[in-house]
C-alpha cells in the first residue's frame, strides 16, 4: 500500500519500523524473525536502509521485494545519491516498480566509510531535493524523506536550514517527513510549530530511538546531530555497563517519549529498531 494512502487512512497514529540491510545470512534470517515478531503489532510499513556501497544497496532491493512479496507488510526502500547517476537510479525505480514497490524514502545519504565530505556523482544529484523531483518524473511512487528537529550536521543556518529544505522537498512533491531521533520531545515541538508557520502540511513522523546501548547511542548520536541531554547521561550512566538494565530503561523513557508525542497529535511513531524487535514491540504494548 502507498504511504500517502496508509497516512490519510490511518484512524490512530501508526507504527513504522526501520531495519538495515544485514551483512551476513544469520543477521539476514534474524531480520526475518524479527519481521515475523513485529506483526503482533501491526506495522504501517516497514522501512528498509540503503548503504553507500554496492552490495549493501543490492541487499536492499532484495530485503523490500521480499518483504513486498511474501509478508503482507508494506515496505518502503530508502534510497540515496550516494555514488549513482540519474540512469542507474532511473534503472532502480523501474525494478522496483515491476516488484510492485510503491514507496521510496529519498535521501542526499552520507559518505561512504573512509570518505571525508559527501561527494556528488557526475550525473548524479547533490541534494534529496533534488531526488524528490526526479523521483516524481520516474513513476507513481509515494515519497517520504528525512528532516532534522535539531538540525543536519552541515547545516550552517542551523534549523532554519532544514526547514526550509523540508519547504522544498513537500514543494518537489515529498508526501511525508520522517525526523532524526531526538530525546527532548521540546525539540520536536518547537520544530512543528516553526514548520507549521513556514507552511509544511505534510505528516511529519518522529523517529523514535529506544536506547540498547548507551555507549554507541553516545558515539553515533555526536555524529548524526542528534543531542544527548545531560538527564539522559544522569540516569543512564550509572548503568551503562548493565546492557539489561540500560535496555530496560531505554523502553521506559521511550514509552514516556511516546506517550507525551502521541498525546501531541503525531500522525505516528517511527522506530530505528536497529534490527531488534523486543523493544519495539514492549513500547507499542506499553502505549
Ligand atoms: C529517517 C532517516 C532515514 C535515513 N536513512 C538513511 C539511509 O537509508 N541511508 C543513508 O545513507 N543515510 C540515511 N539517513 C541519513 C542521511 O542520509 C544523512 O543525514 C545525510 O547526511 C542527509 O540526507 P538528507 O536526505 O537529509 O539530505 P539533504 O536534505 O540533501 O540535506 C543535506 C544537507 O544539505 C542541506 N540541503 C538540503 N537541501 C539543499 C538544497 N536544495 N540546497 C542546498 N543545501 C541543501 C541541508 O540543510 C543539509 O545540511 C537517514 C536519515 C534519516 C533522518
Redesign the pocket.
Known amino acids: 500500500m502507498k504511504l500517502s494512502d496508509i497516512l490519510s487512512s490511518a484512524e490512530k497514529p501508526l507504527i513504522s519500523c526501520e531495519f538495515f540491510p544485514p551483512k551476513t545470512d544469520k543477521g539476514e534470517e534474524n531480520l526475518w524473525l524479527c519481521l515475523n515478531e513485529l506483526r503482533s503489532i501491526n506495522p504501517a510499513y516497514i522501512s528498509v536502509?540503503?548503504?553507500?556501497g554496492g552490495s549493501t544497496q543490492n541487499r536492499t532491493k532484495g530485503i523490500v521485494t521480499r518483504i513486498k512479496a511474501e509478508t503482507g507488510l508494506s515496505p518502503v526502500a530508502?534510497l540515496?545519491c550516494?555514488g549513482a547517476t540519474k540512469d542507474e537510479l532511473a534503472a532502480l525505480l523501474a525494478d522496483y516498480q515491476s516488484a510492485g514497490i510503491e514507496n521510496i524514502?529519498a535521501?542526499?545519504?552520507?559518505a561512504p566509510e573512509g570518505v571525508d565530505r559527501?561527494e556528488t556523482t557526475s550525473g548524479g544529484f547533490s541534494?534529496?531535493?533534488d531526488l524528490i523531483e526526479f523521483l516524481r518524473t520516474q513513476g507513481d511512487f509515494s515519497i517520504a524523506?528525512?528532516t532534522y528537529p535539531e538540525g543536519?550536521p552541515?547545516?550552517e543556518g542551523g534549523v532554519a536550514?532544514?526547514i526550509r529544505?523540508l519547504k522544498?522537498k513537500q514543494d518537489n512533491g515529498a508526501d511525508c517527513a520522517?525526523?532524526?531521533y531526538f530525546f527532548d520531545n521540546d525539540a520536536f515541538f518547537h520544530f512543528r510549530e516553526a514548520t507549521d508557520k513556514a507552511g509544511i502540511t505534510i505528516p511529519i513522523i518522529p523517529?523514535i530511538m529506544p536506547v540498547s546501548n548507551f555507549d554507541q547511542i553516545v558515539r553515533f548520536s555526536a555524529m548524526?546531530g542528534a543531542s544527548v541531554p545531560d538527564w539522559l547521561h544522569e540516569k543512564m550512566n550509572p548503568i551503562r555497563e548493565d546492557l539489561d538494565a540500560v535496555k530496560a530503561l531505554g523502553i521506559e523513557l521511550a514509552t514516556r517519549q511516546c506517550a507525551e508525542l502521541l498525546e501531541s497529535g503525531v500522525p505516528g511513531l517511527h522506530f530505528y529498531t536497529l534490527n531488534k524487535s523486543a523493544a519495539t514491540i514492549a513500547i507499542a504494548r506499553n502505549l
Open positions: 536502509t540503503y548503504g553507500a530508502h540515496t550516494v524514502l535521501l542526499r545519504g552520507d559527501f541534494h534529496a531535493t524523506c528525512a543536519h552541515e547545516s536550514d532544514d529544505y522544498m520522517v525526523t532524526q523517529g548524526c
